[in-house]
């Protein structure tokens, strides 16, 4: 099967969206289809063999975060020609309501169209706002899919017509095993946190009162912290006593990133909100890492409502430092929430999470219709 697919962020900014794009692609063409993804980038980014650049992506405030976007003439011309050249059997558009190529992409092509949401906000004025101007877009789509309940709640309320739930996935091979960083976690243990430091719903302030909390209680324990952002800011809001043990990597490459997992006693996922399912925590349990997280809707789920990682409520810095102390102090419930999560986690594998998506595919591409470019 010849598939196009459509990235509305740029791929040069890591993010949980182009992950799922990535790895969805590598695992199509591991099951023999043919993979072209599109996605805001300059021609001069590095991007693999599969990914077409379509122009400069500009920053647009977005769902709590900022997104790096590309809607413009020139990205319109290529979406088209990239359709036109593709001769896909289906086209999947990621976020088909954002305005990037995406919604291009829809606005552009016939044929049959699979759409994923990611967005888990179901007071989006912005949706509710834009919904009727984007309609003759949305009415293009054959079938959708949601990565999350709280997706599929925006999907429904916002954009009309149900979706078939399939999650996101982690490739389990890729972080089962990897050496822990150098020096680390250290005989006074280690917390761990992975993502932009400077995206509030991140939640790393949280992590930061708590290990002031912490930190005065055990005088050898470490954070690590990675992920892009500004490292100076993030450590004036640490108490000076405490500076010399808050380490930030900054942004990590992707084999240092599973090495940071296998770095720490406990990973923690303090986020406040916005989180459709969770891909940080996947990839914590594909690592076998103990984890402590927000207990949001999506993340719950994930964790299976506490059994595969514990939860404290989002926002509380002092619970937050005490389920952590907790597992701190008690090395067998760690290595029982490893073996839990290990467990858990394999139902994300990205070969069972492909074969679900090409299921998709194929019900919308019975009819043997190739994809086509609107005139």
């Known amino acids: 099967m010849r598939v196009g697919i459509v990235c509305p962020y740029t791929w040069a900014v890591p993010g949980g969206v182009q992950e799922h794009i990535r790895n969805l692609a590598e695992a199509l063409i591991d099951l023999g289809h043919q993979v072209s993804v599109i996605s805001p980038a300059d021609d001069d980014t590095p991007l693999p063999?599969?990914?077409?650049?379509?122009?400069?992506?500009?920053?647009?405030?977005?769902?709590?975060?900022?997104?790096?976007?590309?809607?413009?003439?020139?990205?319109?011309?290529?979406?088209?020609?990239?359709?036109?050249?593709?001769?896909?059997?289906?086209?999947?558009?990621?976020?088909?309501?954002?305005?990037s190529l995406g919604l291009l992409a829809c606005w552009v092509s016939s044929g049959p169209i699979v759409a994923t949401v990611h967005t888990a906000n179901p007071r989006s004025r912005w949706m509710l706002a834009a919904r009727p101007a984007l309609q003759s877009a949305l009415e293009k789509i054959s079938a959708r899919i949601a990565v999350s309940e709280a997706a599929r709640t925006t999907q429904v309320e916002h954009l009309g017509g149900d979706a078939v739930l399939i999650p996101n996935g982690v490739s389990v091979r890729r972080y089962e095993k990897a050496d822990p960083l150098p020096g680390w976690p250290g005989a006074g243990g280690a917390l761990g946190f992975l993502g932009r430091m400077d995206?509030?719903?991140?939640?790393?302030?949280?992590?930061?009162?708590?290990?002031?909390?912490?930190?005065?209680?055990?005088?050898?324990?470490?954070?690590?912290?990675?992920?892009?952002?500004?490292?100076?800011?993030?450590?004036?809001?640490?108490?000076?006593?405490?500076?010399?043990?808050?380490?930030?990597?900054?942004?990590?490459?992707?084999?240092?990133?599973?090495?940071?997992?296998?770095?720490v006693d406990v990973f923690c996922a303090p986020n406040t909100g916005g989180e459709s399912f969770g891909i940080v925590l996947a990839e914590a349990m594909a690592a076998g890492a103990p984890i402590v997280a927000s207990d949001l809707d999506a993340f719950r789920m994930v964790l299976r409502g506490g059994q595969a990682g514990e939860l404290f409520a989002i926002g509380d810095a002092a619970e937050l430092a005490m389920a952590a102390s907790r597992l701190l102090d008690d090395p067998q419930r760690r290595a029982e929430l490893s073996k839990a999560a290990t467990a858990a986690v394999k139902v994300y594998d990205w070969p069972v999470i492909a074969r679900d998506v090409v299921a998709v595919y194929q019900t919308v591409t019975l009819g043997g219709i190739k994809v086509g470019v609107v005139a």
Do not use: C, M
């Open 199 to 263: 995206e509030s719903r991140k939640g790393l302030a949280v992590l930061l009162a708590a290990f002031e909390i912490l930190g005065a209680q055990r005088a050898g324990l470490r954070l690590l912290v990675a992920g892009p952002g500004d490292t100076e800011e993030v450590l004036d809001k640490v108490s000076a006593p405490l500076r010399d043990r808050v380490v930030l990597l900054g942004q990590v490459s992707e084999a240092d990133k599973v090495r940071v997992y296998h770095s």
């Open 49 to 99: 063999g599969y990914v077409v650049p379509a122009g400069r992506a500009v920053p647009v405030p977005y769902n709590g975060s900022v997104g790096r976007l590309a809607f413009g003439f020139l990205s319109a011309s290529r979406v088209r020609r990239w359709v036109k050249d593709g001769q896909f059997d289906v086209l999947h558009v990621h976020e088909p309501i954002v305005p």
